[in-house]
């Protein structure tokens, strides 16, 4: 199965979220998860989002507005304004790479909850 090279994990995320033994590992996404992320094509505003947003997944990875490490379901979230909100979730796993698990729309108000949570957790 094919697969596209979408960035890597920096050393400064890894070390934010303690997630130091995942650092430098390759974030890919492999085609049948492209196949099951249009599922969420109705959620865009309008197909051209959608496109945008699939077009540029690496941009997203690699310049993301904001990352969030989610532990109930043990991923990065990586959000990014594009059109609109959107968030590239990544499964951190003990592979030899990274796994974009899914990708959609969100609201300012996810957005604005996980930068709430983050700030509790580091200044705790």
């Given at each position: ?40 094509k ?60 899914s ?11 996980r ?5 509790s957790i580091?200044?705790?």
């Amino acid at each position: 199965m094919k697969k596209e090279l979408l960035g890597v994990l920096t050393e400064k995320i890894a070390k934010k979220f303690n997630l130091e033994e995942h650092s430098g590992k390759n974030i890919v996404i492999y085609d049948d998860k492209k196949i099951y992320i249009e599922k969420h094509k109705d959620e865009y505003k309008d197909e051209e989002s959608y496109n945008n947003t699939v077009n540029n997944l690496s941009s997203i990875i690699t310049s993301a507005d904001f990352v969030y490490y989610n532990e109930s379901t043990l991923g990065l979230e990586f959000f990014k304004y594009i059109d609109e909100d959107v968030l590239v979730a990544i499964r951190v796993a003990n592979a030899k790479e990274l796994k974009v698990r899914s990708v959609y729309p969100v609201s300012k108000t996810k957005i604005q909850n996980r930068k709430k949570k983050l700030k509790s957790i580091v200044h705790h």
